[in-house]
């Protein structure tokens, strides 16, 4: 007896250094797993249409596509140049150009002597000059060009932008189903721990075999794993919910889930034929067509104008001893340049033909997506059904059983395995519940309305909180 007292006393105090143990070096829960946002699915989805990296890495190249249109006009637009020159030469022909630029230029300069062996000049040369195009018209198609890109740009980020939503959307709902299904964990472990009080009970009445008893225990400590894991799962959740919001750490799912309905299938097709990729690839073929007309404009001249004034001074940087004006205008015509314009008109039309067919596919994909998106609600929703159905047949199986066992007409085993078949049933209800909404946001993502179905404008901003 006295060995027994002793046993659980030292049982006792090993028990209590190793929770000591842990609560050293786990420590208090952190201040950031208290500090977790919440957020409803709209504000989740404001949120992170403003603070998620990859719409702000997206927006960030759109303005540096805006930028290019910039760039491209700016061949249009006159160039103004500043030139600062120094010369020192006894060069003939130049020495006998800077003197008369510096207007000096005197009788003895005429001498034969002084013509031919000049003495060292210095020339310092400043000069404005300014070129305007006045016929480019590889300029004109490369502007059309600009803007239809960055056009196409601004379609793809608003189509980035229902793609990080309907991520979104998913997180926030598998937060929720993380959350039921710990729910469900926990329910099943106090299920299992009241089968290991009636086997024991039972076993101490002397009306069940102590296998019984360790069965039910058994049971309870893999019921126990099942919660474990589901808190897991939960973690993660909330974790992804967070990267996709743009924070460091993890984001809560808060207030009640919506309800999501799908509409006609005739109004997601119609959408779907104008979404965001689709008519981004369609700005793009029209480029491919253009960027044929860029390269057959290399066979036209090039026409502008340009002048400019200038100082020459033999002492100064700057000065301004003597000073001159010209105006001119030029046309550039490449006659031949190695058939280079021959391959890269050829080259275009290639790439035209290439940017048809990706056209042709993204159609076909996009009706494809619908197409699934289709057949999948039609399956969450039947599985949704059979899930409720399989939940109330779980529950009256399993009190059946328990009520056979509780009066010894059944061995713990059958309702071990009912209660088995009871928590499959309630996880899959949960799941089944939310593959059923993701199925109809999935049905709003392919069709390009997810922002719409969701109550966002698509240019929408808002800061979260």
């Given at each position: ?12 105090f ?13 420590g ?30 997206a ?6 596509r ?29 020495a006998?150009?800077?003197k008369?630029?510096?207007g000096?230029?005197s ?6 002597d002084?013509l ?19 016929f ?11 803007k ?6 601004s ?21 929720h ?8 964990a ?19 009445a002397?009306l069940?075999?102590?296998?019984d ?28 919910l ?18 999501f309905?799908a ?11 104008t ?11 029209e ?10 404009t290399?066979y036209?001249?090039y ?6 004034y ?11 001893s ?10 550039r ?7 280079r314009r ?22 076909k994909?996009?009706?494809y997506?619908?197409?699934q998106?289709q ?12 899930a409720?159905e ?14 056979r ?22 996880a ?9 909404r ?9 069709s ?10 698509p ?7």
């Amino acid at each position: 007896m006295r060995c027994r007292i002793a046993d659980r006393a030292a049982s006792r105090f090993t028990r209590t250094l190793f929770c000591a143990f842990l609560f050293v070096a786990l420590g208090p829960p952190s201040p950031s797993a208290a500090q977790e946002q919440a957020f409803t699915l709209t504000e989740a989805v404001r949120y992170a249409l403003e603070h998620n990296s990859e719409i702000r890495a997206a927006g960030s190249s759109l303005a540096a596509r805006e930028d290019d249109v910039g760039v491209a006009r700016s061949n249009l637009l006159p160039r103004v140049y500043f030139e600062e020159r120094a010369l020192r030469t006894n060069n003939p022909t130049y020495a006998f150009m800077a003197k008369l630029n510096q207007g000096r230029f005197s009788q003895r300069d005429f001498a034969i002597d002084a013509l031919n062996n000049p003495n060292p000049v210095n020339d310092y040369q400043t000069q404005f000059a300014a070129e305007q195009p006045i016929f480019a018209p590889k300029a004109w198609v490369s502007l059309d060009m600009s803007k239809s890109e960055h056009e196409a740009g601004s379609i793809e980020f608003a189509r980035k932008r229902e793609e990080i939503a309907f991520k979104v959307c998913q997180a926030w709902l598998m937060v929720h189903t993380a959350k039921a299904q710990l729910a469900a964990a926990e329910k099943g472990v106090e299920d299992a721990q009241e089968h290991y009080r009636i086997a024991k009970l039972r076993y101490e009445a002397d009306l069940g075999m102590y296998a019984d008893t360790l069965r039910a225990g058994t049971a309870a400590s893999e019921a126990k794993q099942r919660r474990v894991t589901a808190g897991k799962h939960l973690q993660l959740a909330r974790r992804m919910l967070g990267l996709l919001l743009g924070l460091s750490g993890s984001a809560e799912a808060a207030g009640e889930i919506p309800d999501f309905h799908a509409r006609d299938i005739e109004e997601y097709a119609k959408a779907s034929r104008t979404r965001g990729d689709v008519r981004s690839m369609e700005l793009r073929y029209e480029n491919a067509e253009k960027n044929v007309r860029m390269a057959e404009t290399d066979y036209l001249p090039y026409v502008g104008v340009g002048g400019g004034y200038q100082w020459n001074d033999p002492a100064n940087p700057f000065g301004g001893s003597g000073d001159s004006w010209q105006v001119s205008a030029f046309l550039r015509w490449n006659l031949f340049d190695g058939a280079r314009r021959e391959y890269e008109r050829s080259k275009a039309k290639h790439q035209a033909r290439q940017a048809q067919e990706y056209l042709a596919g993204v159609r076909k994909a996009a009706a494809y997506g619908l197409y699934q998106a289709q057949l999948g609600i039609e399956e969450a929703k039947a599985n949704l059904e059979l899930a409720r159905e399989a939940l109330k047949t779980a529950e009256e199986g399993k009190r059946l059983v328990q009520i056979r066992y509780e009066n010894a007409f059944s061995p713990i085993v059958d309702m071990l395995d009912a209660q088995v078949v009871l928590d499959r049933a309630r996880a899959g209800l949960v799941a089944r519940e939310n593959e059923y909404r993701v199925a109809v946001l999935n049905l709003g993502w392919e069709s390009g309305t997810i922002l719409k179905d969701l109550g966002i404008a698509p240019d929408e901003k808002k800061e979260g909180p």
